[in-house]
């Protein structure tokens, strides 16, 4: 086992730390955070950190790495988590990435594309035949150039279909081309990956849930303190910060800031399962409102090889 890589993924609520703590009883493991605003010291309560005890008792990685200040990018998130994995296997413990993010689960397992500086200008030019032409005209036009990237890009998906086109223009290579080459840890490890499902209606009943234990919990005060600070672009992408500083702002009272905190994160969730569906490589845990993190963690060990 001193060369496997555990995976465990899902949408936001679906219950994962308290699977991991579960396998952590079980098997020699620390974790590798996998989620995109867990990194920042200061979103404790917004980014749903696992409990202190629960910190104590099962050693976390990329959990408060840096301040909302700084700019994180997923260049240093992959170069921190490969790190990472190193040091758990020089422990001869097992990594488990734990987290909701399937980009940088992507990133550790296939590797960063770097692909071609941007040029705005020729960006612009597109924007532009796409407003006298529509998004199929592009969509076409690619489909000559990289037949691959046009198959699996939407017609009406125009952000990615003038990325691809863009790339073209500045490297005279198919993003497709340039995208396999890139290198991950997938084929280098014996890798399993485990990712947490439950039906629709009950994921939103975990999501309203939660957000009425973060407002118990004292969230309000929180970004009440984080707002005093000069965020990061990245760390105020953090989903509730937003929806909060507009109650602070008397654009709606306390009711309808919940409301949207649950809304956006029920929508974000729907984004998350969209992204990894799209990955056959991951083990699906069907998980009911019955189940346990003890008895899904026993289903999980029994599938580990």
Known sequence: ???????????????KTGVALELSKKIPLEVISCDSMQIYKELN???NKPQQKILKRMPHHLINVVSVKREYNVADFREQALKAIKAIHKKDKIPLIVGGSGLYMSLILDGIFRGAKKDLQFRSLLNQQAKIYGSLYLHNRLKKIDPQAAQIIHPNDLKRIIRALEVYELTKQPISNLKSERKGIWGKFDIQIFGLLCEREELHNRINARVEIMFRAGLLKEIKAVLKKTLSLTSSYCLGIREIKGYFAGQYDLAEAKRLIKQNSRRY???QMTWFRKDKRINWIKITNDDTPKNIAKRILAKIE
Not at 3 to 15: C, D, E, Q
């Open 1 to 15: 086992m001193l060369n496997k890589v555990l995976f465990l993924v899902g949408p936001t609520a679906v219950g």
């Open 45 to 47: 309560i917004i980014s």
């Open 269 to 271: 969730a729907k984004r």
